[in-house]
């Protein structure tokens, strides 16, 4: 069990509000991932952090911000969220501390839905 | 970046062998992970490959060839619960991993 937990797991909002979804982990690691989940996309990375206030973009980064104030949690914001933010988004975390981080422990996912 | 390709979906049966490509083009390729997914539950880590060959763990084995940019996974004595979605992942520039989108394995009795 790596320790990572997501929260909230099931959400619903409506377009226009401002949603942050929060992971929390007790390993202490350093890499920390946040991806999305659609059918026919797989996963694809929104944001990563590498180290307290050290963060960078992934592949489908618009429309999304990522803060880590402290090690244990990473948070993902959608400052205005929209139908296509509509998704299953995963936490993941990995406990290389440098190097190919190839292994990564991903959280049980947060359900977000757009109305 | 990078992309991947593997098949949609692979079906089989109990106790078959099965194999799942995936072919890779990609910039700063440091290796090729695999990913077991069921249906509603969160990725968990199979394999990786740095290196060319084979790398075996339990029923599952994994192959990587750089020079094809090619590499495998090949699950034997199928069982019910192999039943699950299965990625394979290439990792650039050391900190991300790019996924493919994934192939459906359905193991019937």
């Known amino acids: 069990d790596a320790g990572i937990t997501q929260s909230p797991r099931h959400k619903v909002t409506e377009t226009g509000t401002p949603v942050t979804l929060r992971c929390h982990q007790t390993?202490?690691?350093?890499?920390m991932y946040w991806y999305r989940q659609d059918p026919g996309h797989g996963l694809r990375l929104i944001h990563y952090?590498?180290?307290?206030?050290?963060?960078d973009k992934g592949e489908v980064s618009d429309g999304y911000s990522v803060s880590r104030s402290k090690t244990e949690d990473f948070l993902l914001t959608l400052e205005s969220a929209t139908s296509s933010q509509t998704s299953v988004y995963f936490c993941?975390?990995?406990?290389?501390?440098?190097?190919?981080?190839?292994?990564?422990?991903f959280g049980p996912g947060t359900r977000l839905l757009v109305l | 970046g990078q992309s991947l390709e593997q098949p949609s979906e692979v079906t089989a049966v109990e106790g078959a062998i099965v194999q799942i490509n995936c072919t890779y083009q990609t910039s700063g390729f440091y290796g090729l992970s695999w990913y077991q997914q069921h249906d509603g539950g969160a990725p968990t880590f199979l394999s990786y490959n740095a290196l060319d060959g084979l790398e075996e763990t339990g029923r599952f084995s994994s192959f990587l060839s750089r020079s094809d940019s090619y590499g495998y996974l090949l699950l034997q004595e199928l069982q019910m619960k192999d039943s699950a979605s299965y990625f394979c992942a290439g990792i650039s520039g050391y900190s991300t991993l790019t996924f493919g989108k994934g192939t459906m394995l359905l193991v019937s009795p």
């Open positions: 390993e202490n690691h350093r890499y």
């Open positions: 993941a975390i990995s406990e290389s501390q440098q190097g190919p981080q190839e292994t990564q422990y």
């Open positions: 952090s590498y180290g307290v206030k050290d963060t």
